[in-house]
Structures are given as C-alpha cells and as structure tokens.
C-alpha cells in the first residue's frame, strides 16, 4: 500500500501562483507515470498533467502554457502561474503502484477574481 500526501493549495487571486507537492511514503521514481488531477465541485475528476520516469510530460488544454509538472527525487510538483476562477478545485496526485491506482486526501486550490 501507498500513501500519498500533497500539499501547497491554497486561496490566491486571479494571475497568482502555486507550487503543490506530492509525496508518497514508497519511493516512486521507478513509476512510470505519475499525474496530477482536479475535481471541482459537481464535476468530474479530470487530468491535468503527467511526467513519466523519463521527464516527458502531458498537460491538457487548460493546463498547457500555465502549468508546469517535474519530478524531483520522490516527489512531483505541480506549478500552477496566471491562474484562473476556473481552476478552482481540489487537485490530486495519482500513484500507480502494481495494479492499484493510490490518491491522497487532495489540497484543495481556490482562486478568487
């Protein structure tokens, strides 16, 4: 099993910027593919960024050109500049470990305008 904690959310205005971590209590830079996800309320979970082992990273198209995922020893990292009302959610960090996909509690992003 896999515990995953992120951290860095936050209540910022409209253009600001935020910087959230994850971590897991296994070391996990030998998973492939590590991704941060958003769920904002009465909607559903949806993915915003991915890095594999190898650095390549894919945003979707509310992300791109914003944010920016890396991974750092056991640690990924989301950062987030010239955000919007409409990122407003609770943002993921998803581990895939053997057959099991692991999520921590979320951080929760708010951006006022």
């Known amino acids: 099993q896999v515990q995953v904690l992120e951290s860095g959310g936050g209540v910022v205005q409209s253009g600001g910027s935020l910087r959230l971590s994850c971590a897991a209590s296994?070391?996990?830079?030998?998973?492939?593919?590590m991704g941060w996800y958003r769920q904002a309320p009465g909607k559903q979970r949806e993915l915003v960024a991915q890095?594999?082992?190898?650095?390549i990273s894919y945003y979707s198209d509310s992300a791109r050109g914003r944010f920016t995922i890396d991974r750092v020893g056991d640690k990924v990292y989301l950062q987030m500049n010239n955000l919007k009302p409409e990122d407003t959610a609770v943002y993921y960090c998803?581990?895939?470990?053997?057959?099991?996909?692991?999520w921590g509690q979320g951080t929760q992003v708010t951006v006022s305008s």
């Open positions: 998803n581990v895939p470990w053997g057959l099991t996909d692991y």
């Open positions: 296994r070391a996990i830079f030998s998973v492939e593919v």
């Open positions: 890095i594999s082992s190898g650095g």
